[in-house]
DNA sequence: ACGCTACGTTTCGTGTCGATACTATTAATT
DNA sequence: AATTAATAGTATCGACACGAAACGTAGCGT
């Protein structure tokens, strides 16, 4: 046992590995690259203000220019749908497609892995989740990369009511169903600041 | 908390997302894609069934072809050494080059792991390290992969003495550092058949 | 009006990646 | 021994990812 650390990043990492494998084979079918269908996930998710080009590509760590070819071809293939937004004419706004939608449906990305984690006790299971939330926050922002996730988790959602929620940052309201989604400008509620 | 399972998936997939910038970040100074130095780290720590270009390209997930072309660039760079084997003409040796261990060296590569986690405590890294292993295995049979570890945890390995091993599928003798090597044999000791 | 910054696209060069076709060596069959 | 099959690797092609850099445009500041 010489380093905890090494040995759990290496099964992250080949976790990694099998990850990507599964996106490329299912992309495979469609004819699309593992990043294709991370975008398609990611916009699945994104709240109204993570929908835009740049928000993917902060989110995959990838340049803006990259990103818009992807986007490109996503687009050609009718699987997302782009439209300026209104308020700010820079914004471009992308939503998934029906068409989109049902390729998300056909993947069944957790499947495989709600199987192989069915026979893990659920003590165990969160036990192993929070140390790698841990982990992931700490490395997120060491790189300086922004967090990325959902507003109730977000130290700018306010919970003013039942099932009334209001971003501290934009000011607006949000839908309960919005709270759930991921966020852009994310910023984790710091517990234990011992 | 409607599955514990998605959000651990989430998690890793997050973290991998991490990883593979981090490489690419790191690869970008020397002009070498993740994939390289994916290829550089895994020659590292491959025994000597597995350094072999089909190894490598079960290991990634990728074509043999593909691999080819990769493993020609990292030649072409000195960060690797070819050489024919000479009990099998089909087969190609591959070995780190000292100018391609200097490479890895630089990259530190679980350096911010390791700080990452520090905090957490071992008895809980443990616990993680042990659920996402289980993951891994099943996962990995379950899509006919093959799971590269080291001979220690194989079923082939014998402990013949101190300091003493032999690989029951060849037969052959294994030095110590060797059995904590990753093969491309590998097949897990089955532990809980319960 | 002026720069300044942020968002997005375009272009270009390098490299990944799968598919296919190909060579060479070893193993299996007849 | 000769033929066939299987395995390891390479070569070529086309589609695409990716970063870098240049560009256009919209909002924001003085």
Redesign the pocket.
Known sequence: MKNQALTLLDTVERLGHLLRAGL?QAG?TN?L?P??LQALLYLNEANRYSN????LAEY???????V??????LARRRLIA?HADE??????RLALTDKGKEVLKELGVGNAWRDALQQASPARLSSATKVLKEALAILQTKSGQKTFGVCVTCRHNLHIGPRSYVCGLTKEKLSSREVSKICREHSPIEENVA
């Open positions: 490329r495979t004819g690259q990043m294709h835009t080009p740049q928000a995959l760590g990838l340049t803006k220019g990259t818009s070819q992807s986007l490109l071809l782009r308020k700010d004419g820079r914004l471009v």
